[in-house]
């Protein structure tokens, strides 16, 4: 797998595009446009209510530009605390028998170094020690071929920078373990002032477990946050929360993808 390949077809749809773009009334371009836009902005512009359904570009077709503000990540969460768990760095735990159905796994990243974005990516991994291209699941290929894991990138604004959503029991037998990860994009770690990951319940909409490890990260490119692995038939979770130096190239091949040089 080329890595940096992978990364840029996310944007080559809006790329050399013929559009109009359009404030208000007043017509700003019309013609040729090298449109890149980052992955942030897209799901901040796409969530927002004047900015839904703005990212289906083609050809011909006119685009309102909407002004978009940065905006602080919420401090409350969605979700009710019922009888949370508290987690501390190495623990292992089972798999919560009410959550082997469908759970969230809710990531929270802030982020006071501007210019740095943070990417979710999950690893498949099987018996062979191996992750298939197609079960390395980020922004670019967000379902499994399973649909039992999906990973989905949240607004600026949201508690939540990315939520993976996984159906323990709908994976398949060969995989042995999924490793849940973070890497950053212009940037490393430094500047990140909280890292959290919550496990939910997404019957009740509590969180049942949850985990802050914005301790012991730093200059890292790249974090493992959990392992969830099988152990005598049963699934169980790892918290890990270690940075890793490299960013995803080295992930990638911790976890079994050939990397192309």
């Not at 890149?36 to 927002?48: E, F, G």
């Not at 969230?104 to 298939?132: C, N, P, W, Y």
Request: aromatic content about 6%.
């Amino acid at each position: 797998m080329n890595i940096e390949t992978a990364k840029k077809e996310q944007i080559k749809p809006f790329q050399n595009s013929k559009i109009r773009v359009e404030y208000g009334e007043k017509l700003l371009h019309s013609g040729e446009i090298d449109l890149r836009l980052s992955r942030s902005q897209i799901a901040r512009d796409i969530s927002s209510p004047a900015g839904r359904g703005a990212m289906s570009l083609n050809a011909g077709q006119t685009q309102k530009a909407v002004p978009s503000a940065a905006k602080a990540r919420t401090a409350k969460s969605p979700y009710g605390e019922g009888a949370k768990e508290s987690i501390k760095r190495g623990q292992k735990l089972p798999v919560p028998d009410e959550v082997l159905n469908g759970m969230l796994v809710g990531l929270r990243t802030v982020q006071k170094t501007a210019g740095v974005e943070i990417d979710a990516s999950i690893f498949m991994v099987d018996d062979r020690g191996k992750t298939g291209e197609d079960e390395f699941i980020f922004y670019n290929n967000p379902i499994s071929p399973c649909k039992s894991v999906r990973v989905s990138a949240m607004a600026q604004q949201d508690y939540y920078s990315h939520t993976v959503d996984i159906s323990p029991q709908g994976i398949p037998g060969r995989i042995e373990k999924l490793a849940v990860t973070l890497t950053s994009d212009g940037g490393s770690f430094s500047g990140t002032e909280q890292a959290q990951v919550d496990i939910i319940d997404k019957n009740s909409k509590t969180v049942i477990m949850s985990f802050d490890f914005s301790n012991g990260i730093s200059s890292q490119t790249g974090i493992v946050v959990l392992e969830m692995y099988r152990r005598n038939g049963q699934w169980r979770i790892s918290f890990i929360g270690n940075g890793f130096e490299g960013g995803l190239e080295a992930l990638c091949r911790e976890y079994g993808i050939d990397v192309e040089d």
